[in-house]
């Protein structure tokens, strides 16, 4: 099997603009469509920005500027050999909202993408109208549901053998990363969504080395900050309540981040919290696009009516 040039795959075309953007010392990849007030998208593991085209094009129909970025280590963007932690990635995530012109916008994060969401409305407050983290509880909430939650730490045992140094960057790369696609379809309540394109896609772009190194420091960094300083500081100031409106999007049937897991998250919000369960597993927006987009177009028309 022949895959994508990672290149081709990371600058798919499509009815939006390719960007290369300077912040936080790091260059960040986005991809960028419609006018009107921005709303930021960010992926998670092992996806890249591809993962929200149909949250691009929709969001840009519906009068709404969608940018969609790499994280750091992640696509086109920069891979340094540091950064993987939430505080820095919230400062990348306000750094790329303020270099593309806009004073705040509304951020939408799946997994990683949804605890940098979390981070940045805590953290980067005034770059943040709101947020929606989807397969994602608070990072607090998260902790508790590892350690009161023998089924949360069976959920996520995948990432106990991402601590092990050299071994799982090879896991994912080998066989042109069929372990992503493993993944994928093992997180996925229905598959159906995971055609040829798709794992294309994703195993093309996650080969772009050193993203399989990069992508596994961001599990490192969350395991091993359990007890050091850096995560003990960051989870106190994350005691702080998050002043934005909140959208938590679930997948009911997620058999990686549980759904009981998410539950507690809001009292972490003192601005308005919704949540929205649907029958997905953990990739509401890949596996069910039309109900996610009515949740998070509804939504975002509640906050333009505020």
Not at 9 to 24: E, F, K, L, Q, Y
Not at 120 to 142: G, K, N, W, Y
Not at 174 to 193: C, P
Request: hydrophobic fraction near 40%; charged fraction near 20%; include cysteine.
């Amino acid at each position: 099997m022949t895959l994508p040039d990672p290149e081709a795959a990371i600058n798919a075309a499509g009815p939006w603009t390719h960007r290369d953007v300077s912040a936080n010392g790091s260059r960040f990849h986005v991809v960028d469509a419609g006018t009107g007030p921005a709303v930021v998208l960010l992926h998670g593991f092992p996806m890249f920005w591809w993962t929200w085209r149909r949250q691009v094009t929709a969001l840009a129909d519906a009068g709404y500027r969608a940018i969609a970025m790499d994280l750091r280590g992640y696509g086109g963007s920069d891979h340094p050999p540091d950064g993987y932690d939430p505080r820095t990635l919230a400062a990348d995530v306000a750094g790329v909202i303020r270099c593309l012109g806009e004073e705040n916008a509304v951020i939408v994060g799946h997994g990683w993408g949804g605890l940098v969401a979390w981070s940045t409305a805590v953290l980067e407050p005034d770059t943040v109208r709101a947020i929606a983290p989807v397969s994602m509880p608070h990072p607090r909430q998260l902790r508790r549901a590892l350690l009161r939650s023998g089924h949360q730490r069976a959920a996520m045992r995948y990432a106990v053998g991402f601590q092990w140094p050299f071994l799982p960057e090879r896991s994912l790369a080998a066989h042109d990363g069929q372990r992503i696609v493993d993944l994928i379809t093992a997180w996925s309540q229905d598959t159906a969504w995971l055609d040829a394109e798709a794992t294309d896609a994703y195993r093309a772009a996650f080969l772009r080395w050193p993203t399989p190194h990069t992508a596994v420091e961001y599990h490192r960094w969350g395991a091993r900050s359990s007890i050091r300083p850096d995560g003990l500081s960051y989870m106190s100031l994350m005691e702080a309540p998050v002043q934005r409106r909140v959208l938590q999007v679930q997948g009911a049937l997620d058999p990686m981040m549980l759904a009981a897991s998410v539950d507690g998250s809001e009292q972490y919000v003192r601005g308005d919290y919704r949540r929205a369960d649907l029958d997905t597993g953990h990739f509401p927006h890949e596996e069910d696009p039309d109900a996610f987009n009515a949740v998070l177009l509804d939504w975002l028309g509640s906050l333009d009516q505020a």
